[in-house]
Nanobody, 117 residues
C-alpha cells in the first residue's frame, strides 16, 4: 500500500504562483510513475503532469510552459510548481502514483487550488 499526502494548495490571484507537494509513504524509486491530476467542478479528472522513475516528464497542453513537475528521491516527494496561474486552473489537485508490473494506482486526498480573476 502506498499513501500519498498533498499540500500547498490555496487561493491565489491570476498570474500568481503556487507549489504543490506530495509525500509518499514508500521510496518513490519503487514507483514507476508519479503525477498530478486535477478535477474542476462538473468536469472529469484530467492529467496535469507526470514524471517517471527515470525523470522523464510530460504535461497537458494547457499547462506547458507554466507548470513544472519535479521529484526529490531523498524526500520521497514530487512537486508541481505552478506559475502564471489562470482562473481555469481552479480545481482539486490530486497526486497519483503507479507501482509495479500490475500498475497498481494510488491517489492522494487532494488539495484545493483556487485562482481568482
Amino acid at each position: 500500500q502506498v499513501q500519498l499526502v498533498e499540500s500547498g494548495g490555496g487561493l491565489v490571484q491570476a498570474g500568481g504562483s503556487l507549489r504543490l507537494s506530495c509525500v509518499a509513504s514508500v521510496s518513490i524509486l519503487r514507483l514507476n510513475v508519479m503525477g498530478w491530476y486535477r478535477q474542476a467542478p462538473g468536469k472529469q479528472r484530467e492529467l496535469v503532469a507526470v514524471i517517471t522513475s527515470g525523470g522523464s516528464t510530460d504535461y497537458a497542453d494547457s499547462v506547458k510552459g507554466r507548470f513544472t513537475i519535479s521529484r526529490d528521491n531523498t524526500k520521497n516527494s514530487v512537486y508541481l510548481q505552478m506559475n502564471s496561474l489562470k482562473p481555469e486552473d481552479t480545481a482539486v489537485y490530486y497526486c497519483n502514483a503507479v507501482r509495479g508490473v500490475a500498475s497498481y494506482t494510488y491517489w492522494g486526498q487532494g488539495t484545493q487550488v483556487t485562482v481568482s480573476s
